[in-house]
């Protein structure tokens, strides 16, 4: 997420024409009541992120019908200090057996900018419209699905197979480089899976998102998933980027995947993109503040 930092900076006229000054914090307030407005911002906010995704329609390759489903409620709510970010949210669509298709991180930058920052998740391509206007259209599959070397069968219950996929979402790791400075930062692992899906009797059996994060914002996503191979189940992973910046990942010590920064202007035909939603200003206008 946070490679929109430097690409913010060209923005900055765009910024100066909506600048307004922010109130001055009123001294001697009780704690109590700035608890009370920081909850009802944070409430605020979440209903902006959730209305301002509601304009995207997700449709399949190759003949562009099938639909694409939106959790409604973000999977994680988050904050980035290093980068200034003041407010997010993870959100997820899904294809129609529930497997994970495109991941957005929907975030209010410190210079008070919304921004929408999409990767795919998918194994084909896809058309996004905003509006009924072409918005996204990566020309190629987002992460490529491998088999998980020296993996367990998998269980017949769904809790082991839980245990089984943590246990696998633990042989990764995985570092980034915020703003190419040489010293990369160490991701941690959610262990807690973002989402399951799968189901009996289809070529899915089982699966779960996992993330590593910075802090609480997730950067690397994980699908995990118990996929039919030559009539049998067995464990398959595929790894995807939710930052612009340059990441690495390890399977048991041993590098497995990596992404280079990818820097501004994003391309709509590639399977990471980022696009500015619109101002805090326009939350403002959108909600009565109470003094």
């Known amino acids: 997420m946070r490679v929109i930092a430097a690409w913010l900076v060209s923005l900055s006229v765009f910024g100066s024409l909506f600048?307004?000054?922010?109130?001055?914090?009123?001294s001697g307030q009780p704690v109590e009541a700035e608890k009370k407005a920081a909850e009802k911002l944070a409430a605020q906010r979440l209903e902006f992120m959730k209305s301002s995704i509601k304009d995207y329609e997700f449709l399949l390759a190759p003949?562009?019908?099938?639909?694409?489903?939106?959790?409604?409620?973000?999977?994680?709510?988050?904050?980035?200090?290093?980068?200034?970010?003041?407010?997010?949210?993870f959100f997820?669509?899904?294809?129609?057996?529930?497997?994970?298709?495109?991941?957005?991180?929907?975030?209010?930058?410190?210079?008070?900018?919304?921004?929408?920052e999409f990767q795919s998740l998918a194994?084909?391509?896809?058309?996004?419209?905003?509006?009924?206007?072409?918005?996204?259209?990566p020309k190629r599959a987002g992460v490529e699905v491998k088999l998980v070397p020296e993996s367990p069968v998998p269980a017949n219950s769904p809790v082991q197979r839980l245990i089984q996929m943590r246990d696998i979402a633990k042989r990764f790791t995985a570092s980034d480089e915020f703003e190419g400075r040489p010293q990369s930062d160490e991701l941690r692992l959610?262990?807690?899976?973002?989402?399951?899906f799968g189901a009996?009797?289809?070529?899915?059996?089982?699966?779960?998102?996992?993330?590593?994060?910075?802090?609480?914002?997730?950067?690397?996503?994980?699908?995990?998933?118990?996929?039919?191979?030559?009539?049998?189940?067995?464990?398959?992973?595929?790894?995807?980027?939710?930052?612009?910046y340059a990441l690495k990942a390890s399977l048991d010590d041993k590098p497995v995947w990596e992404v280079a920064w990818r820097?501004?202007?994003f391309d709509p035909k590639e399977p990471f993109f980022i696009r500015v939603h619109s101002r805090e200003l326009s939350l403002k206008k959108l909600f009565q503040f109470s003094k």
Not at 72 to 88: A, H
Not at 190 to 196: C, E, G, S, V
């Open 200 to 244: 009996e009797k289809s070529d899915t059996l089982d699966g779960a998102l996992f993330a590593h994060a910075h802090g609480t914002d997730p950067e690397l996503l994980i699908v995990l998933e118990a996929l039919k191979s030559d009539g049998a189940f067995r464990w398959h992973y595929s790894l995807a980027p939710m930052t612009g």
């Open 92 to 116: 997820l669509w899904k294809s129609e057996a529930g497997r994970p298709m495109v991941g957005a991180q929907i975030f209010l930058t410190s210079e008070d900018l919304w921004i929408h």
């Open 123 to 137: 194994p084909v391509p896809f058309r996004v419209t905003r509006k009924g206007e072409a918005t996204w259209e």
């Open 19 to 26: 600048a307004e000054d922010k109130p001055e914090p009123k």
């Open 263 to 265: 820097k501004p202007p």
């Open 63 to 89: 003949d562009f019908k099938a639909k694409l489903s939106v959790e409604p409620e973000p999977l994680l709510r988050f904050t980035n200090p290093v980068s200034g970010l003041q407010d997010g949210g």
């Open 190 to 196: 959610l262990t807690k899976p973002l989402i399951r």
